[in-house]
Each structure stands twice: as C-alpha cells, then as structure tokens.
C-alpha cells in the first residue's frame, strides 16, 4: 500500500494515545522517541483501527509540514 502513496517521508512509530473529538481524532505517534501529533477524521482513524501500542506509519508531504525557529 505504501508503494501508491506519494508521499516520500514515511516514518515508522508506535502509536501512544488516540482522542476522539466529534468527528476528528488526535493520534500521537513516537518515532525514536519523538512525539508526532496527527489530526485525522475520527473515521479514519477507526478504520485504520488505531490504538495505542501498535505500530502505524507517519506519512509527510512536503506541502503540509510548516517549519519553524524556535
């Protein structure tokens, strides 16, 4: 599957916490010990079946990470 999707940066991780809100969910993903925080539709995330302590990738697009100075 990830051999269709055009996004380059793939990063595997361990999902650590799901929230459901409505109809979005938060999904925070620990790549080496880096927390990566999605927001995807509450959908999505059921029928990915997302739960804590399974593994998932974190696909990023070029034209979707904003990158600041801190």
């Known amino acids: 599957m990830l051999d269709t999707i ?10 650590e916490g799901v929230r ?4 979005l969910a938060e999904v925070k993903l620990n790549i080496g010990g880096q927390m990566v925080t999605a927001i995807i539709t509450s959908q999505s995330c059921k029928d990915l079946g997302l739960k804590p302590g399974m593994q998932a990738y974190a ?3 070029a034209t ?3 990158i600041i100075r801190p």
Not at 6 to 15: D, P, W
Not at 20 to 23: E, K, R
């Open 6 to 15: 055009s996004g380059r940066n793939k990063l595997l991780g361990t999902v």
């Open 64 to 66: 979707e990470v904003m």
């Open 20 to 23: 459901h809100d409505g109809l």
């Open 59 to 61: 696909l990023i697009k």
